[in-house]
């Protein structure tokens, strides 16, 4: 794996008024950041650890789907320990991540959305994605692992035309990933000094300001090996998102959700 330099992104923090406060890695190409930096993280690396790749050959998005990962956008993986933030916090951690793209994202032009637990949408089209994987030891958690894409520039290969954008096609001009990953890693470490003193609620609230406006229509939830259909109504207090379905509101805690189709559309009772 061939590193490259990190001092411009360190540079373009510190013009921002920030040291990093944990080394930054960058390679040319790896398989998946996300599986070098939890490697680091098992081989004892601190909190805001940070590793970047100009390109990945394993690219990985959630529920196992790959993530097309070509230069010029960006791919970076935060290691967060729970000595980072306070403890409570942790389990929004997906959510938070989502709040601080969405944060950097105003900086490039765009005011994305977030569709629960954390795609950031233009639209109906996704401009970054987050993949937060954790690791727990004993009884307790040890690290989470927050991987996040961002399309810069991506031209989208056929089967994402109409499913994806970037920040280029919404505002024709495209920052270079590393000024990307200097406004990703200063809105994080603004998001998380600002709301995780306010603890969950605080999260939770900042989420729902820029949440996409789907309450009501009719959603598809997988989460594990487990599937339901119902009405989106929203998320509770501590993130999850709730459920109405015919055997009354369930609480999903993680997952992925699917619109089906506008609530509107729904067929009144009694008829297919
Ligand atoms: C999603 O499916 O929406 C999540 C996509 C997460 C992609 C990022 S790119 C950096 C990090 N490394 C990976 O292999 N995946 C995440």
Do not use: C, Y
Request: hydrophobic share 45%; charged share 25%.
């Amino acid at each position: 794996m061939r590193k490259r330099a990190t001092e411009p992104i360190r540079s373009l923090l510190r013009a921002r008024g920030i040291s990093w406060p944990a080394p930054i890695e960058r390679f040319r190409n790896v398989g998946s950041t996300n599986d070098v930096l939890r490697e680091r993280a098992r081989a004892g690396a601190r909190g805001w650890h940070v590793v970047i790749a100009e390109q990945q050959n394993a690219g990985r998005g959630r529920q196992g789907r790959p993530w097309v990962s070509r230069v010029g956008d960006l791919f970076l993986s935060l290691l967060v320990r729970p000595v980072d933030v306070p403890v409570e916090t942790l389990g929004v951690l997906p959510l938070l991540a989502g709040v601080a793209v969405s944060q950097a994202a105003r900086e490039w032009g765009v005011e994305p959305r977030l569709k629960w637990p954390n795609d950031v949408l233009v639209g109906e089209r996704k401009l970054a994605g987050i993949l937060a994987e954790a690791s727990s030891a004993g009884l307790g958690l040890e690290h989470v692992v927050l991987g996040i894409g961002v399309n810069l520039a991506l031209d989208p290969p056929e089967h994402l035309r109409g499913v994806a954008t970037s920040v280029r096609e919404e505002t024709g001009r495209t920052p270079t990933p590393d000024q990307a990953a200097a406004a990703l890693l200063g809105a994080f470490l603004a998001v998380a000094r600002t709301l995780a003193p306010g603890g969950v609620a605080a999260v939770v609230s900042a989420w729902r300001e820029r949440a996409a406006d789907w309450w009501g229509r009719e959603v598809e939830v997988s989460s594990g090996d487990t599937r339901l259909a119902g009405r989106a109504l929203g998320v509770d207090e501590e993130g999850a998102l709730l459920v109405q379905t015919g055997g009354g509101t369930i609480r999903v805690l993680s997952g992925e959700a699917r619109v089906l189709r506008l609530a509107e559309e729904r067929a009144p009772e009694g008829r297919s």
